[in-house]
């Protein structure tokens, strides 16, 4: 069954990033449509695949990745501004094409992904 998860890691302390939002859109014609929403739990990771089953079907995607709002609640302020705000990672599927993991490594200036496994 294809699928796809995700992980974040903030590098900056060297461990799992717990609380960061997240929201998977696909393109619908020419406008981008969100599909599905998670939080990563204290491992970093969500609970769930965030796509899978029926609603799993080729196309383009992205995962936003809310990682300012992380950043400002481990700073203690929300006054405080991160580099970054919401960081995008597009992507395309396939379906039938297996389980598809797309990490993000993070810290508040730069970042990172991979197609895992």
Known sequence: MSRLTTHVLDTTRGAPAAGVSIELQRLE???WATIARATTNADGR????ILEGQAFASGSYQLLFHVGDYFRARAG?????PFLDVVPVRFSLS??????HVPLVVTPWSYSTYRGS
Not at 46 to 49: M, N, R, S, Y
Not at 95 to 100: D, I, Q, R, S, V
């Open 46 to 49: 969500c609970d769930a695949p």
């Open 77 to 81: 302020s929300p006054d405080a501004s």
């Open 95 to 100: 379906a039938g094409g297996g389980h598809y």
């Open 29 to 31: 014609g020419d406008r």
